[in-house]
């Protein structure tokens, strides 16, 4: 993962933090100040353990209720050192420490590798009086807790999990039409006066697999809302769809749609991927009509690959678009990621 992904992730937890929002990616823990190396090494393994393979984040300097508190990351070096001390055999790998200023402060972020689980750590009981023959620990993150790893834990790290493809947001946009009366082979037709609005989101991502094996994602896993601050609250899209990106083709009266991938497929039902390509997600809804004067859009997106356990999530902030709406267009919101 590179430098500015990693920043990217970080100032989105933080901004959920600082907005009051839960924070709900399970690859990110925070800590308001260096912790204890040895209660740290147990959640690290814990947290490592319990991720499937996926890197998980630590962000040190970043308070779960105050929001950015800031450290000095020259404590870094002897930290780590005291942590891996605590590990039996191998300890995660830190890919990645980054400085990462915000407002006045500097928040470390310390991204792990966590492919080579069970991880193990020292029982800083044994060989105490009264400490029992217990040497090692196979600890596991649940919620926001750490404890000792179960026997269907450690099935699950041994059975086979599918590593969520990465995807990188290029573009998003929500939209507001009126109403359709009906349907015209030139596009359809809008009532004058509508009692409903049809909104209408689109993303374009990037997709990675992780592995060499084809990425399933049915559309009934899939999620996808907004929400309108102070005027319309958050609303699940009714129909959501994903498939590889598209273009028509011209020669006459004929108009034909081309598939512009090798690599990604769709269905009815499902989205196929069978290496890096580009991913669209369309979803739409019909609601009442409300007032839409509103410079921001929030939207939420999770997608469950097939044999995945976690979520892949989204939580966009959209803003106002110029008014060169086009035609029958009532309002638009939009994010450009990448030029």
């Known amino acids: 993962m590179r430098a500015h992904e990693i920043e990217d992730w970080t100032l989105r937890v933080i901004e959920q933090v600082e907005s009051g929002q839960p924070n709900e990616d399970y690859r990110v823990e ?16 814990g947290h490592a353990n319990a991720a499937h393979g996926e890197p998980v984040l630590w962000l040190i300097g970043v308070d779960e209720k105050t929001g950015v508190v800031g450290v000095d990351n020259e ?21 990645r420490d980054l400085n990462i200023p915000v407002a006045e402060a500097t928040v470390v972020a310390l991204l792990f590798d966590t492919d080579r689980a069970p991880y193990l750590v020292k029982n800083p009981a044994y060989g ?11 600890p596991w ?12 834990d450690l099935l699950r790290i041994l059975s086979p999990i599918q590593k969520a493809p990465s995807f990188e947001l290029l573009n998003a946009w929500l939209k507001v039409y009126p109403e359709r009366a009906d349907y015209h082979p030139n596009g359809p037709i809008y009532r004058d006066d509508p009692k409903n609005l049809a909104w209408k989101l689109h993303m374009d991502f990037y997709v990675v697999p992780r592995t060499d094996t084809r990425v399933v994602i ?8 907004f929400k309108i601050p102070e005027r319309i609250p958050e609303t699940q899209f009714e129909s959501i769809v994903m498939e590889p990106l598209s273009s028509l083709s011209h020669r006459g009266d004929n108009v034909t749609k081309r598939i512009d ?12 991927i069978n290496g890096p390509g580009k991913i ?17 859009a929030e939207v939420r997106v999770s997608l469950l690959p097939v044999d995945s356990k976690h979520a892949i999530s989204f939580r966009e902030t959209l803003h106002k678009a110029p008014s060169n709406v086009q035609e029958h267009e009532l309002a638009c919101w939009s994010l450009k990621c990448i030029s």
């Not at 991938?261 to 196929?272: A, M, P």
């Not at 669209?280 to 921001?296: A, M, N, S, T, Y």
């Open 30 to 45: 925070l800590k308001g100040e260096w912790p204890d190396a040895r209660k740290a090494a147990r959640q690290i393994a």
């Open 75 to 95: 404590e870094l070096a002897d930290w780590f050192a005291q942590v891996r001390a605590e590990f039996d055999g191998l300890t995660p790998q830190m890919m």
């Open 128 to 138: 105490q009086p009264s400490g029992g023959p217990v040497q090692l620990e196979v």
């Open 141 to 152: 993150r649940e919620a926001r807790s750490t404890r000792t790893a179960s026997r269907s």
């Open 218 to 225: 049915p559309f009934h896993h899939c999620t996808a809302s």
């Open 261 to 272: 991938s090798v690599t990604i497929e769709n269905t009815k039902y499902e989205v196929l």
């Open 280 to 296: 669209v997600l369309r979803g739409e809804v019909e609601i009442p009509k409300r007032q839409i004067d509103c410079k921001k």
